[in-house]
């Protein structure tokens, strides 16, 4: 159902936050809906392209955030292309990026409060949220009480795919008829590669959900 809100969708060019976009579309309508990306010296640069591509193929509007300063005070796997990235069967992933999402989420409701919107998507999920604990609820819920009390404005911070693991992310594409556009078009490889490398932690959890959920649609 069309609302007659606006809707600020933080995309990377990703799966999940595409599928976010999609769904915002959906919901709000294509005019309602911006996106904001943030730039900060991620080695998967590819998806910035992607995110450019695929706003620009949406026809909806994205600003792109420059948050590099993020390489001048810490260090992680995930900007740094001379480290091999490992998943640790105990402790963080030698991805995680201190900070990130809440300085994502910060810069969002700035931007968004700006442009008068309300509502601030992200495609957080702690499902199959490779043990980064900024994508977990408490965490969310816990920026929005503090953004609100913050600049003194009622966010909204959804996220649709909070309990959803990969193959219902997957499933969700499908039921609003994307599920090859988000295929072909999203990057999630943490190592940059095309079409994903098939090794790193980011590729094996797309590539398994995809297939368990093709493996239940196939059955039904």
């Known amino acids: 159902m069309k609302q007659d809100t606006e809707a600020l969708v933080i995309f990377s060019g990703g799966q999940d936050s595409t599928t976010c976009l999609l769904q915002a579309i959906a919901t709000y309508g294509r005019e309602n809906v911006q996106t904001i990306t943030f730039q900060y010296g991620q080695r998967h640069a590819i998806e910035l392209e992607k995110a450019r591509w695929i706003a620009q193929d949406l026809g909806v509007a994205q600003t792109v955030i420059d ?4 390489q001048s005070i810490t260090h992680n ?3 740094d292309e001379q480290q091999v990235v490992e998943a640790p069967t105990a402790g963080l992933p030698n991805t ?5 999402n809440a300085l994502f989420l910060l810069y969002a ?3 968004a409060k700006g442009k008068g919107i309300h509502d601030v998507i992200a495609g957080v999920c702690e499902t199959d949220f490779s043990g980064y604990p900024d994508c977990r609820n408490v965490f969310v819920q816990s920026m929005n009480v503090t953004l609100n009390l913050a600049m003194d404005y009622e966010f909204r911070l959804i996220t649709p795919l909070m309990y959803l693991d990969k ?3 997957w499933s969700l594409a499908d039921e609003l008829g994307y599920l090859d556009y988000v295929r072909n078009h999203t990057h999630t490889c943490y190592n940059g590669v095309e079409g994903g490398c098939g ?5 094996v959890l797309r590539e398994r959900g995809l297939q368990t959920y093709l493996a239940q649609k196939a059955v039904i």
């Open 67 to 70: 948050l590099s300063l993020l």
């Open 77 to 79: 796997a995930l900007m």
């Open 167 to 169: 193959a219902q992310t």
């Open 109 to 111: 409701a700035i931007f």
């Open 96 to 100: 995680f990026v201190d900070g990130r």
């Open 199 to 203: 090794e790193c932690p980011s590729c």
